[in-house]
């Protein structure tokens, strides 16, 4: 059974950090391209970062560029969202994602398999 774990989020204040991380299991993703998504209450789910089954690709939305970075560790079959200068409208449930490509994308639909997700909350 394939699973995405989603892991580290919290409650933290304006200007403060958060790593995220994701532990996938059932198979390896050392191939395949991950993404992290998050939702607000009442919004739609949006993309935020992705990054190459090498690593040496990355993508990010604009509104987190310069304040997130994402990683992988293919040998702990493990990605990490580094989340720094945090503000409150980052405020939401943060979701990983397995994609079908090697390639990073920014389309959900592009994503195959999905974590639960974990809230972070972020305090003005």
């Known amino acids: 059974q394939v699973q995405l774990v989603e892991s580290g989020g919290g409650l933290v204040q304006a200007g403060g950090s958060l790593r995220l991380s994701c532990a996938a299991s059932?198979?390896?993703?050392?191939?395949?391209?991950m993404g992290w998504f998050r939702q607000a209450p009442g919004k739609e789910r949006e993309f935020v970062a992705a990054v190459a089954y090498s690593g040496a690709i990355t993508y990010y939305a604009d509104s987190v560029k310069g304040r997130f970075a994402i990683s992988r560790d293919n040998a702990k079959n493990t990605v990490y969202l580094q989340m720094n200068s945090l503000k409150s409208e980052d405020t939401a449930v943060y979701y990983c994602?397995?994609?079908?490509?090697?390639?990073?994308?920014?389309?959900?639909?592009?994503?195959?398999?999905w974590g639960q997700g974990t809230q972070v909350t972020v305090s003005s």
């Open positions: 059932g198979r390896s993703f050392s191939r395949n391209a």
């Open positions: 994602a397995a994609a079908v490509s090697v390639v990073p994308t920014t389309e959900r639909a592009q994503y195959r398999y």
